[in-house]
């Protein structure tokens, strides 16, 4: 009697290594198809289809030791390429911080992340100002700026790479 | 003897060529090519080099652009064009039988000084109190002929960095704009600048600062892009801290080569700057805005030069209307045929302006004119005379002046810190920040050097 009730236990077994055996092969054999792999994840290109308000982003990233290209950076407009923030001194807004994403954005220039633009091209950096800054630094090859660092104001020219 | 009142219209600078110049080219190279082998191998003959922006001036025949094109380090090539580059404005001549009572001037004041409402409107004397009158800075007057030994630039100018780049010669005489041979642009603009302070005729705004006299034009007012460009690197090449450029060029864009022109000129323009020379120039005298334009002269088919280059920056004039009658009214008007735009004016100056309603006869420190005469710019001529004319030429070199003032306080600087500081000083008329006809404001000298 006890041998009758073995065989269908060792049939059973089977049966589940099969289908497991039978799942890995799927598996890897759609991982192959996809190309893409865990183990190369600073490469994937995340596309978000977005929703009807927001707009579709991309996000790449570059290898660490990849330069910034000079004609990417040039036609980009002056307030997003160092990522300007108003700052506010007591209340009041004295100027704008230099944010850039991308540190080395900064490189060669006399500008660090946090300083605070207060002058530009002998303008005071007011919201007046801002609005036209794109328009007014484009095709510069550079710029007059004083900036505030560390509580202490410095002036020098800013290179735009044109 | 009879005064005479020449009166002339400004015409539109949108020209078609006064005579192109089918066996002249312009070869644009790409950075450090070998042109002369890519000139050769379609047939031309290099006439002329400009190193320092990888340019070549070569003749060549008919087919020379043809067998050009694709040629390896070519970038671009375009027939050279002759246009007309100032245009016949506004104008009277002073003789002395308009001068009724000779003036009692204060010493140091020359005696058509008062004649001269531009350096109120810019506080020029202000500057010059403060001991700054532009001793130590160069600045390159290009424009048409000049006449050398006139008692208020003789000794003005730097022989070592006055030259000709036409062949005309650098004097200017009679020609088919102006058969008195009285009315020289280029001494107007040049008289602005840097007119002697010595007991004759007028002052510039910069009496001490080095003059380099560069003819770029023909007597006439006409001239090629190849003078014009090789006067703005030869400037550049002579240490000057400002350019002033009195002259304006309209190409459509659609117009066969004028992609070419326009990169020749932005080239030099460009080479200029990094040499450490602030390149000023007119807006031009079409009553046109570049923001929203009129005609055919849309931002989207029209190109002006060398205005419309990067690192140029660009004047529009203003001026009052009846100062011959009444020395305290507005000098700060926008002049009626200035260009105008938020996207293409950055600063204000002196121009003068033509209001014919104005009747009647006026005089002002012993000169007698027709009232409105009076609200032109004064300043030097040829024939060791003097006339009133009005446009952005002559709102041109009171902004130059003004950055002559700043360097010989502040020393030789970067052109980007001396557009800065002409910017800080700058009185913002109009609409507050940046107005279509004033820009980032009027310039102002005793606010630029107190910064």
Sequence with gaps: MTIALQRPRAALIGAVAALLLVALVIGLATSRMSGSSSRTAE???????GTVSVPPVQVSQRTADSPLREEETASEPFTRRYNLRPHYTRGTLDGYSVEPADP????????RAGDVITVIDGIKLDESKFRRLDEDMSGLADVFVSYSRD????EDVLPLGR | MRSVLKIAFATSLVASPVAASAETFIVLGNSGANLDAAVASAGGQVKKRLPGIDAVIV?????????????????????????RWIPKPER??????????????????????NLQWGHTAIKAVDAWKMGYEGQGARVAVLDGGFQLNHPDIAGRYDPSCTADMTGEGIAYGPNSDDDTGIFAHGMHTAGTVGAARNGIGTIGVAPKATLCLVKVLFNSGSGSFEDVAEGIIYAA???????????????????????????????????????????????????????????????????????????????????????GKDQSVSLDNPASYTNYGRSVINLAGPGGDYTPSITGDCTVAGVTRPCYVFDFVFSAGAANSYYWSIGTSMATPHVSGVAALIVSKYGKMQPAKLRAYLNAGADDLGASAHDPYFGNGRVNALRSLSK
């Design chain 1, 43 to 49: 490469s994937v290109k995340v596309v978000n289809a």
């Design chain 1, 104 to 111: 080395r954005i900064l490189a060669g220039s006399p500008l």
């Design chain 1, 151 to 154: 509580g202490k104001v410095s």
């Design chain 2, 59 to 83: 003749a060549g025949g008919s087919s020379f652009l043809a067998a050009a094109k694709g040629k390896s380090g070519i970038a671009a090539a375009a027939a050279d064009k002759k246009i």
């Design chain 2, 92 to 113: 009277a001549a002073l003789r002395e039988a308009d001068i009724t009572n000779p003036p009692n001037n204060p010493p140091g004041i020359d005696p058509r000084f």
């Design chain 2, 237 to 323: 090449d002579h240490n000057v801290d400002i350019i002033s450029m009195s002259l304006g060029g309209s190409l459509q864009k659609s117009e066969e080569g004028a992609s070419t022109l326009r990169q020749l000129i932005d080239r030099a323009v460009s080479y200029a700057y990094k040499k450490g020379a602030l390149v000023i120039v007119s807006a031009g005298n079409d009553g046109e805005s570049a923001d929203s334009p009129k005609n055919t002269g849309t931002p989207a088919n029209l190109i002006h030069l060398p205005s419309d280059s990067p690192q140029a920056i660009s004047i529009s004039a203003t001026g009052p209307r009846g100062w």
